[in-house]
């Protein structure tokens, strides 16, 4: 609770949320999401679970959600980091190790990662790390009264080589 107001500071900044489907109207709002929060269980189907990224000292600079699907072998993935802390490595890093926890960890066979193909550094992010792009939705997303195209990318459990565990060896 003590970082609502940077996470509503940058949900709220329209960079941000033009990809996004969330976009929070007050303090209020962040306040009733982290509670809802706070009480889902991991790896509970049919839930989205959202994490912090923090640098080392604790500061929240983005975050990542998770939907455990009601396949018990599949999650997506969403991630979101604050402009200012973009393109510094912070969300290759959040995403290859949440990738590493839920293949190895959790057991997980397949993950997916929806995202607007105007969205090209998150479709960057996504091929450096590993995911391929396995379709291309036309008009299949309905968001603020408008139709908006999606795109879906994957990766396998067995065709993940995650970068952070081969830094470290």
């Not at 809802?36 to 923090?54: F, G, K, Y």
């Not at 912070?90 to 190895?104: C, G, K, N, P, T």
């Not at 379709?135 to 952070?164: G, T």
């Amino acid at each position: 609770m003590q970082d609502r107001d940077d996470f509503f500071r940058y949900r709220s900044m329209p960079e941000i949320f033009k990809y996004q489907s969330w976009q929070p109207k007050d303090i209020g709002e962040i306040e009733e999401f982290i509670k809802e929060n706070i009480e889902i269980c991991p790896n509970t189907s049919n839930t989205w679970m959202q994490l912090a990224i923090c640098l080392e000292d604790g500061q929240l600079i983005g975050d990542m959600g998770i939907h455990f699907m009601e396949d018990d072998y599949q999650v997506e993935i969403g991630y979101t980091l604050s402009t200012e802390f973009q393109g510094n490595g912070y969300a290759r890093e959040a995403v290859s190790a949440i990738i590493d926890y839920l293949f190895y960890e959790l057991k997980k066979h397949r993950i997916t990662a929806s995202v607007d193909p105007d969205n090209t550094k998150s479709i960057k992010l996504l091929e450096k790390v590993g995911f391929r792009k396995e379709a291309h939705f036309i008009k299949s997303f309905r968001m603020n009264n408008q139709w908006y195209d999606d795109c879906v990318y994957a990766v396998l459990a067995d065709e993940w080589n995650s970068p952070v565990t081969k830094n470290m060896v």
